[in-house]
Protein backbone atom coordinates (compact mmCIF):
# COMPACT_ATOMS: atom_id res chain seq x y z
CA UNK A 1 0.00 0.00 0.00
CA UNK A 2 1.43 3.12 -1.38
CA UNK A 3 1.73 6.55 0.24
CA UNK A 4 0.76 7.95 3.83
CA UNK A 5 -1.89 5.23 3.92
CA UNK A 6 0.56 2.40 4.00
CA UNK A 7 3.03 3.79 6.17
CA UNK A 8 0.54 4.57 8.74
CA UNK A 9 -1.64 1.56 8.46
CA UNK A 10 1.28 -0.86 8.35
CA UNK A 11 2.26 0.32 11.88
CA UNK A 12 -1.40 -1.15 13.15
CA UNK A 13 -0.37 -4.08 12.87
CA UNK A 14 3.45 -4.18 12.77
CA UNK A 15 5.37 -7.09 14.43
CA UNK A 16 6.83 -4.81 16.80
CA UNK A 17 3.25 -3.65 18.18
CA UNK A 18 3.23 -7.68 19.46
CA UNK A 19 6.09 -6.59 22.16
CA UNK A 20 5.48 -4.74 25.06
CA UNK A 21 7.80 -2.46 27.53
CA UNK A 22 9.15 -3.09 31.14
CA UNK A 23 6.00 -2.70 32.93
CA UNK A 24 3.46 -2.69 30.50
CA UNK A 25 0.30 -4.53 31.40
CA UNK A 26 -0.19 -7.90 30.56
CA UNK A 27 -3.54 -8.02 29.18
CA UNK A 28 -3.33 -7.39 25.28
CA UNK A 29 -6.72 -5.45 24.97
CA UNK A 30 -5.31 -3.53 28.20
CA UNK A 31 -2.04 -3.18 26.42
CA UNK A 32 -3.50 -2.05 22.19
CA UNK A 33 -5.68 0.60 24.53
CA UNK A 34 -2.31 2.40 25.75
CA UNK A 35 -0.10 1.63 22.67
CA UNK A 36 -2.85 3.39 20.04
CA UNK A 37 -4.03 5.98 22.72
CA UNK A 38 -7.47 4.79 22.80
CA UNK A 39 -10.02 5.58 25.27
CA UNK A 40 -13.72 4.99 25.72
CA UNK A 41 -15.34 8.78 24.95
CA UNK A 42 -18.29 9.92 26.67
CA UNK A 43 -21.09 8.74 23.48
CA UNK A 44 -19.29 5.57 24.46
CA UNK A 45 -16.79 5.13 21.67
CA UNK A 46 -13.62 3.81 21.23
CA UNK A 47 -11.46 6.79 19.87
CA UNK A 48 -7.95 6.11 18.62
CA UNK A 49 -5.74 6.75 15.11
CA UNK A 50 -7.62 3.43 13.77
CA UNK A 51 -11.26 4.44 14.37
CA UNK A 52 -10.30 8.11 13.51
CA UNK A 53 -9.22 7.28 10.21
CA UNK A 54 -12.73 5.59 9.62
CA UNK A 55 -14.69 8.98 9.93
CA UNK A 56 -14.29 10.77 6.02
CA UNK A 57 -13.57 14.24 7.12
CA UNK A 58 -10.52 13.16 9.39
CA UNK A 59 -9.70 10.64 6.86
CA UNK A 60 -10.16 13.85 3.90
CA UNK A 61 -7.81 16.20 6.04
CA UNK A 62 -5.06 14.21 6.84
CA UNK A 63 -4.81 12.46 3.30
CA UNK A 64 -4.90 16.01 1.86
CA UNK A 65 -2.13 17.70 3.85
CA UNK A 66 -0.01 14.71 3.95
CA UNK A 67 -0.25 14.09 -0.02
CA UNK A 68 0.16 17.75 -0.45
CA UNK A 69 3.53 18.37 1.70
CA UNK A 70 4.81 15.06 -0.15
CA UNK A 71 4.37 16.29 -3.43
CA UNK A 72 5.76 19.33 -2.87
CA UNK A 73 9.78 18.16 -2.74
CA UNK A 74 12.28 19.05 -0.30
CA UNK A 75 15.45 20.63 -1.39
CA UNK A 76 19.02 21.59 -0.32
CA UNK A 77 20.07 25.07 -1.18
CA UNK A 78 23.15 27.55 0.18
CA UNK A 79 23.49 31.11 0.38
CA UNK A 80 25.22 32.52 -2.36
CA UNK A 81 27.61 35.59 -2.68
CA UNK A 82 25.63 37.55 -4.15
CA UNK A 83 22.59 37.34 -1.25
CA UNK A 84 20.89 35.03 -3.40
CA UNK A 85 20.57 31.17 -2.97
CA UNK A 86 22.15 28.60 -5.22
CA UNK A 87 20.28 24.65 -5.66
CA UNK A 88 23.13 21.94 -4.02
CA UNK A 89 22.34 19.16 -5.68
CA UNK A 90 25.52 17.71 -4.90
CA UNK A 91 24.70 17.82 -1.40
CA UNK A 92 24.10 14.94 0.34
CA UNK A 93 20.81 16.01 1.97
CA UNK A 94 19.66 17.14 -1.26
CA UNK A 95 19.88 12.96 -2.07
CA UNK A 96 18.58 12.05 1.82
CA UNK A 97 15.37 14.41 1.56
CA UNK A 98 14.42 14.91 -2.42
CA UNK A 99 15.72 11.44 -4.20
CA UNK A 100 15.87 8.39 -1.29
CA UNK A 101 15.38 9.04 1.77
CA UNK A 102 15.30 5.19 2.97
CA UNK A 103 15.34 1.70 0.79
CA UNK A 104 11.85 1.07 0.49
CA UNK A 105 10.17 4.43 0.53
CA UNK A 106 10.35 7.62 -2.42
CA UNK A 107 10.56 10.66 -1.16
CA UNK A 108 6.45 11.46 -1.23
CA UNK A 109 5.83 8.51 0.69
CA UNK A 110 7.97 9.37 3.62
CA UNK A 111 6.66 13.20 3.77
CA UNK A 112 3.09 11.94 3.39
CA UNK A 113 3.97 9.09 5.92
CA UNK A 114 5.64 11.83 8.37
CA UNK A 115 2.73 14.26 7.70
CA UNK A 116 -0.13 12.24 8.95
CA UNK A 117 2.06 10.58 12.00
CA UNK A 118 2.09 13.82 13.51
CA UNK A 119 -1.88 14.96 12.53
CA UNK A 120 -2.46 11.60 14.20
CA UNK A 121 -0.58 10.97 17.12
CA UNK A 122 1.17 14.85 17.15
CA UNK A 123 4.84 13.16 16.61
CA UNK A 124 6.42 11.31 13.88
CA UNK A 125 10.34 9.41 14.43
CA UNK A 126 12.58 8.34 12.36
CA UNK A 127 15.68 6.07 13.07
CA UNK A 128 18.95 8.01 11.46
CA UNK A 129 21.48 5.55 9.54
CA UNK A 130 24.79 7.35 9.43
CA UNK A 131 28.25 7.17 8.00
CA UNK A 132 30.35 9.53 9.82
CA UNK A 133 28.52 12.83 10.12
CA UNK A 134 26.84 12.34 6.99
CA UNK A 135 23.11 11.01 7.26
CA UNK A 136 22.21 8.02 4.84
CA UNK A 137 18.79 7.07 5.49
CA UNK A 138 15.41 7.95 7.41
CA UNK A 139 13.56 5.18 8.73
CA UNK A 140 9.73 5.73 9.99
CA UNK A 141 9.43 4.63 13.65
CA UNK A 142 6.09 3.63 14.94
CA UNK A 143 5.09 6.85 17.02
CA UNK A 144 2.75 4.51 19.54
CA UNK A 145 5.98 2.38 20.25
CA UNK A 146 8.12 5.05 21.11
CA UNK A 147 8.31 6.95 24.52
CA UNK A 148 10.81 10.15 25.21
CA UNK A 149 12.19 10.21 28.51
CA UNK A 150 15.56 12.45 29.68
CA UNK A 151 18.57 10.65 31.62
CA UNK A 152 20.13 11.65 34.62
CA UNK A 153 22.15 14.06 32.93
CA UNK A 154 18.70 15.83 30.98
CA UNK A 155 19.27 13.94 27.88
CA UNK A 156 16.58 13.07 25.93
CA UNK A 157 16.40 9.72 25.68
CA UNK A 158 13.75 7.85 23.06
CA UNK A 159 12.40 3.95 24.51
CA UNK A 160 11.47 1.87 21.75
CA UNK A 161 9.49 -1.23 21.55
CA UNK A 162 11.28 -3.19 19.15
CA UNK A 163 10.28 -6.95 19.14
CA UNK A 164 9.27 -6.66 22.78
CA UNK A 165 12.71 -5.73 24.19
CA UNK A 166 13.14 -1.76 25.03
CA UNK A 167 15.84 -0.42 23.02
CA UNK A 168 17.35 3.05 24.38
CA UNK A 169 18.42 5.04 21.56
CA UNK A 170 20.39 8.78 22.26
CA UNK A 171 18.37 11.95 20.64
CA UNK A 172 21.06 11.69 17.95
CA UNK A 173 19.68 8.44 16.24
CA UNK A 174 16.10 9.84 16.29
CA UNK A 175 14.70 12.22 13.43
CA UNK A 176 11.86 13.64 15.86
CA UNK A 177 8.88 15.83 14.54
CA UNK A 178 6.65 17.52 16.44
CA UNK A 179 3.13 18.75 16.44
CA UNK A 180 2.01 21.71 18.38
CA UNK A 181 3.58 21.75 21.72
CA UNK A 182 3.94 23.63 24.88
CA UNK A 183 7.83 23.07 25.06
CA UNK A 184 7.83 19.67 26.19
CA UNK A 185 9.63 16.58 24.34
CA UNK A 186 6.67 15.58 22.33
CA UNK A 187 4.09 17.09 20.31
CA UNK A 188 0.34 16.78 21.54
CA UNK A 189 -2.03 14.84 19.48
CA UNK A 190 -5.46 16.09 18.17
CA UNK A 191 -6.97 12.78 18.40
CA UNK A 192 -6.62 12.86 22.28
CA UNK A 193 -7.57 16.10 23.13
CA UNK A 194 -10.26 16.03 20.48
CA UNK A 195 -11.79 12.74 21.42
CA UNK A 196 -14.88 13.86 22.67
CA UNK A 197 -15.68 15.50 18.75
CA UNK A 198 -14.43 12.73 17.62
CA UNK A 199 -16.33 10.06 19.91
CA UNK A 200 -19.55 12.06 19.01
CA UNK A 201 -18.99 11.85 15.50
CA UNK A 202 -18.32 8.29 15.51
CA UNK A 203 -21.70 7.91 17.85
CA UNK A 204 -23.71 9.86 15.06
CA UNK A 205 -22.46 7.61 12.37
CA UNK A 206 -23.46 4.91 14.13
CA UNK A 207 -26.62 5.76 15.04
CA UNK A 208 -27.20 6.41 10.64
CA UNK A 209 -26.01 3.08 10.14
CA UNK A 210 -28.25 1.35 12.96
CA UNK A 211 -31.11 3.65 11.55
CA UNK A 212 -30.37 2.35 7.60
CA UNK A 213 -29.53 -1.52 9.02
CA UNK A 214 -33.34 -1.54 10.22
CA UNK A 215 -34.65 -0.45 7.04
CA UNK A 216 -35.80 2.84 8.88
CA UNK A 217 -38.37 1.24 11.25
CA UNK A 218 -38.76 2.35 14.30
CA UNK A 219 -38.53 1.09 17.77
CA UNK A 220 -41.33 0.96 20.41
CA UNK A 221 -43.75 -1.29 22.62
CA UNK A 222 -45.94 -3.85 22.54
CA UNK A 223 -49.23 -3.18 24.72
CA UNK A 224 -50.59 -6.73 25.54
CA UNK A 225 -53.99 -5.52 27.21
CA UNK A 226 -54.95 -7.45 30.18
CA UNK A 227 -52.83 -10.08 29.30
CA UNK A 228 -49.67 -10.95 31.66
CA UNK A 229 -47.28 -12.66 29.26
CA UNK A 230 -45.08 -15.08 30.92
CA UNK A 231 -41.34 -14.95 30.18
CA UNK A 232 -40.93 -17.53 27.61
CA UNK A 233 -44.43 -15.81 25.96
CA UNK A 234 -42.20 -12.55 25.97
CA UNK A 235 -39.36 -14.08 24.13
CA UNK A 236 -41.30 -15.79 21.35
CA UNK A 237 -43.06 -12.37 21.01
CA UNK A 238 -39.64 -10.56 20.65
CA UNK A 239 -38.33 -13.12 18.07
CA UNK A 240 -41.05 -12.90 15.67
CA UNK A 241 -40.52 -9.28 15.86
CA UNK A 242 -36.84 -9.54 15.42
CA UNK A 243 -38.11 -11.85 12.27
CA UNK A 244 -39.36 -8.25 10.33
CA UNK A 245 -36.46 -5.85 11.26
CA UNK A 246 -34.35 -4.97 8.00
CA UNK A 247 -34.39 -3.20 4.95
CA UNK A 248 -35.85 -6.39 3.16
CA UNK A 249 -38.32 -6.77 5.59
CA UNK A 250 -39.42 -3.66 4.78
CA UNK A 251 -43.36 -3.29 3.96
CA UNK A 252 -44.43 -6.99 5.92
CA UNK A 253 -47.17 -7.00 7.55
CA UNK A 254 -46.95 -8.78 11.61
CA UNK A 255 -49.80 -10.75 13.14
CA UNK A 256 -50.63 -9.57 16.32
CA UNK A 257 -52.92 -11.51 19.47
CA UNK A 258 -56.07 -10.04 20.02
CA UNK A 259 -55.80 -6.60 22.27
CA UNK A 260 -52.18 -6.23 21.46
CA UNK A 261 -51.12 -2.31 20.00
CA UNK A 262 -48.44 -1.26 19.29
CA UNK A 263 -47.15 1.79 20.02
CA UNK A 264 -43.46 3.00 18.64
CA UNK A 265 -40.71 5.36 19.76
CA UNK A 266 -41.27 8.53 17.55
CA UNK A 267 -37.46 9.83 17.47
CA UNK A 268 -37.10 10.76 13.57
CA UNK A 269 -33.11 12.11 12.49
CA UNK A 270 -34.97 15.48 11.91
CA UNK A 271 -36.03 15.81 15.76
CA UNK A 272 -32.67 14.98 17.06
CA UNK A 273 -31.46 16.76 14.62
CA UNK A 274 -28.70 13.92 13.36
CA UNK A 275 -28.27 15.59 9.56
CA UNK A 276 -26.97 18.82 11.69
CA UNK A 277 -24.80 17.17 13.82
CA UNK A 278 -22.75 15.51 11.31
CA UNK A 279 -22.68 18.25 9.15
CA UNK A 280 -21.35 20.01 12.47
CA UNK A 281 -18.96 17.17 12.72
CA UNK A 282 -17.47 17.66 9.50
CA UNK A 283 -16.68 21.04 10.47
CA UNK A 284 -15.41 20.55 14.20
CA UNK A 285 -12.81 17.92 12.43
CA UNK A 286 -11.15 20.27 10.29
CA UNK A 287 -10.46 22.57 13.08
CA UNK A 288 -8.64 19.76 14.86
CA UNK A 289 -6.82 18.81 11.95
CA UNK A 290 -6.41 22.48 10.95
CA UNK A 291 -8.02 22.18 6.63
CA UNK A 292 -10.51 24.41 6.28
CA UNK A 293 -13.81 22.07 5.20
CA UNK A 294 -14.46 23.68 1.96
CA UNK A 295 -11.16 22.35 0.84
CA UNK A 296 -12.23 18.60 1.53
CA UNK A 297 -15.59 18.98 -0.01
CA UNK A 298 -18.24 20.74 2.52
CA UNK A 299 -19.80 23.82 1.86
CA UNK A 300 -20.97 25.74 4.85
CA UNK A 301 -24.65 27.11 4.17
CA UNK A 302 -25.10 29.66 1.18
CA UNK A 303 -20.98 28.70 -0.19
CA UNK A 304 -20.22 27.73 -3.09
CA UNK A 305 -17.27 25.50 -4.34
CA UNK A 306 -15.64 27.82 -6.40
CA UNK A 307 -15.03 31.70 -7.27
CA UNK A 308 -12.65 34.40 -5.90
CA UNK A 309 -13.65 33.77 -2.49
CA UNK A 310 -12.47 30.01 -2.57
CA UNK A 311 -9.21 31.31 -3.92
CA UNK A 312 -8.74 33.83 -1.35
CA UNK A 313 -9.00 31.20 1.88
CA UNK A 314 -7.22 28.63 -0.28
CA UNK A 315 -4.24 31.47 -0.28
CA UNK A 316 -5.00 32.38 3.62
CA UNK A 317 -4.71 28.99 4.84
CA UNK A 318 -1.53 28.25 2.35
CA UNK A 319 -0.11 31.30 4.64
CA UNK A 320 -1.56 30.17 8.26
CA UNK A 321 -1.77 27.01 8.28
CA UNK A 322 0.69 25.14 5.47
CA UNK A 323 3.63 27.49 5.41
CA UNK A 324 4.21 26.77 9.48
CA UNK A 325 3.98 23.51 9.03
CA UNK A 326 6.62 23.48 6.56
CA UNK A 327 8.62 25.98 8.36
CA UNK A 328 8.60 23.55 11.86
CA UNK A 329 9.83 20.38 9.23
CA UNK A 330 12.41 22.54 7.43
CA UNK A 331 14.48 23.77 11.24
CA UNK A 332 13.93 20.50 12.49
CA UNK A 333 15.66 18.88 9.17
CA UNK A 334 18.51 21.74 9.64
CA UNK A 335 18.63 20.89 13.44
CA UNK A 336 18.65 17.12 13.62
CA UNK A 337 20.36 16.65 10.46
CA UNK A 338 23.02 19.04 9.75
CA UNK A 339 26.47 20.01 11.93
CA UNK A 340 26.23 23.09 13.46
CA UNK A 341 29.34 23.79 11.22
CA UNK A 342 27.21 22.99 7.91
CA UNK A 343 24.01 24.70 9.80
CA UNK A 344 25.65 27.97 8.23
CA UNK A 345 25.93 26.86 4.74
CA UNK A 346 23.41 24.42 3.93
CA UNK A 347 19.64 24.25 4.73
CA UNK A 348 16.92 22.68 3.43
CA UNK A 349 13.54 24.04 1.88
CA UNK A 350 9.79 23.26 0.36
CA UNK A 351 8.91 24.01 -3.32
CA UNK A 352 6.49 26.08 -1.78
CA UNK A 353 5.50 26.78 -5.47
CA UNK A 354 4.31 23.52 -6.46
CA UNK A 355 1.48 24.68 -4.89
CA UNK A 356 0.46 26.61 -7.33
CA UNK A 357 1.89 24.42 -9.97
CA UNK A 358 -1.55 24.15 -11.40
CA UNK A 359 -3.08 27.58 -11.56
CA UNK A 360 -1.55 28.64 -15.35
CA UNK A 361 -3.05 32.64 -14.95
CA UNK A 362 -1.25 32.86 -11.13
CA UNK A 363 1.92 31.64 -12.76
CA UNK A 364 1.79 33.79 -15.93
CA UNK A 365 0.98 36.57 -13.60
CA UNK A 366 3.92 36.34 -11.70
CA UNK A 367 6.33 35.77 -14.57
CA UNK A 368 5.00 38.72 -16.15
CA UNK A 369 5.61 40.93 -12.81
CA UNK A 370 9.18 39.17 -12.27
CA UNK A 371 10.71 39.94 -15.90
CA UNK A 372 9.42 43.49 -16.21
CA UNK A 373 10.89 44.42 -12.76
CA UNK A 374 14.15 42.60 -13.00
CA UNK A 375 13.46 39.66 -10.28
CA UNK A 376 13.79 36.62 -12.64
CA UNK A 377 15.11 36.44 -16.28
CA UNK A 378 13.70 34.52 -19.07
CA UNK A 379 15.84 31.34 -18.78
CA UNK A 380 15.10 31.20 -14.73
CA UNK A 381 11.26 31.07 -15.80
CA UNK A 382 11.47 28.73 -18.36
CA UNK A 383 13.85 26.51 -16.04
CA UNK A 384 10.75 26.26 -13.69
CA UNK A 385 8.34 25.42 -16.58
CA UNK A 386 10.90 22.56 -17.69
CA UNK A 387 11.36 24.63 -21.08
CA UNK A 388 15.08 24.46 -22.20
CA UNK A 389 17.19 28.03 -22.44
CA UNK A 390 17.47 29.90 -24.86
CA UNK A 391 20.78 32.76 -25.92
CA UNK A 392 19.98 35.93 -24.23
CA UNK A 393 17.41 34.87 -21.73
CA UNK A 394 20.01 35.22 -18.93
CA UNK A 395 19.42 38.80 -18.68
CA UNK A 396 17.23 40.68 -16.51
CA UNK A 397 14.93 43.32 -17.61
CA UNK A 398 12.74 45.97 -16.56
CA UNK A 399 9.70 47.80 -17.98
CA UNK A 400 11.52 50.57 -20.28
CA UNK A 401 10.95 48.44 -23.65
CA UNK A 402 12.38 45.50 -21.59
CA UNK A 403 15.96 46.96 -21.53
CA UNK A 404 18.85 44.96 -19.90
CA UNK A 405 19.52 46.35 -16.23
CA UNK A 406 23.33 46.35 -17.25
CA UNK A 407 22.42 48.79 -19.97
CA UNK A 408 20.80 51.26 -18.21
CA UNK A 409 21.99 54.81 -18.98
CA UNK A 410 24.20 53.54 -21.66
CA UNK A 411 24.13 54.63 -25.06
CA UNK A 412 23.09 50.71 -26.27
CA UNK A 413 20.16 51.86 -24.49
CA UNK A 414 17.71 55.28 -24.92
CA UNK A 415 16.03 56.89 -22.54
CA UNK A 416 12.25 57.23 -22.94
CA UNK A 417 13.03 60.82 -23.59
CA UNK A 418 14.73 59.52 -26.55
CA UNK A 419 12.60 57.12 -27.69
CA UNK A 420 9.83 59.32 -27.79
CA UNK A 421 11.83 62.16 -29.66
CA UNK A 422 12.34 59.54 -32.19
CA UNK A 423 9.22 58.27 -32.53
CA UNK A 424 7.51 61.99 -33.02
CA UNK A 425 10.28 62.72 -35.71
CA UNK A 426 9.51 59.41 -37.79
CA UNK A 427 6.03 60.47 -37.84
CA UNK A 428 6.75 63.81 -39.35
CA UNK A 429 8.79 62.58 -42.07
CA UNK A 430 12.29 63.97 -40.80
CA UNK A 431 15.11 62.17 -41.87
CA UNK A 432 18.34 62.21 -39.56
CA UNK A 433 16.66 63.84 -36.78
CA UNK A 434 17.18 67.67 -38.11
CA UNK A 435 14.87 69.48 -36.44
CA UNK A 436 16.32 72.59 -37.35
CA UNK A 437 16.08 72.01 -41.42
CA UNK A 438 12.18 70.99 -40.58
CA UNK A 439 11.04 73.73 -38.59
CA UNK A 440 12.98 76.83 -41.64
CA UNK A 441 11.19 74.93 -43.90
CA UNK A 442 8.27 75.13 -42.35
CA UNK A 443 8.94 79.15 -41.84
CA UNK A 444 9.61 79.28 -45.70
CA UNK A 445 6.57 77.74 -47.12
CA UNK A 446 3.83 80.11 -44.90
CA UNK A 447 5.85 83.04 -45.67
CA UNK A 448 4.57 85.59 -48.46
CA UNK A 449 0.36 83.69 -47.55
CA UNK A 450 -2.29 85.75 -46.27
CA UNK A 451 -0.81 89.11 -46.71
CA UNK A 452 2.32 88.34 -44.82
CA UNK A 453 5.55 89.89 -46.05
CA UNK A 454 7.82 87.79 -48.61
CA UNK A 455 11.15 85.91 -47.30
CA UNK A 456 12.96 88.88 -49.08
CA UNK A 457 11.41 91.82 -47.22
Given at each position: ??????????????????????????????????????????????????????????????????????????????????????????????????????????????????????????????????????????????????????????????????????????????????????????????????????????????????????????????????????????????????????????????????????????????????????????????????????LIGHAAKGQTMWGSGIEQLLLGWQTLRLNPLLRRIEQAAKKQLLTRAERKLIYPE??????????????????????????????????????????????????????????????????????????????????GGDIEALIAAKVQSMMGHNAGPRLEE
Open positions: MAGWVGSVLSWFGSSGASGKLSGAPEDEPTRKAIAFGSAIDSAGQVVNQRTTLGLAAAWACISLKSELVGSMGCGAYSKSARGGREAREDHWLYDLLHEEPNADQTPAEFWAGQVAAMDLWGNAYAEKETLGDRVTALTPLPPHLMQVTRNANGERIYVFADRGKAERLPADKIFHLRGITLGGDVGLSAIEYGRRTLGGAMAANKAAADTFRAGMQAAGFMETGSTNLKPEQRADLQEIFDRFVGEAMRGRIVPLEKDFKWHPLKMNPAEVQLLESRGWDVEEICRWFGMLPIFNREAVMATDSAGRAALYSAFGQNGVMDRNEMRSRENLDHRPGGEYLTVQSNLVRLDQMGMDGAASSEQQLRSALLGMLGVQ
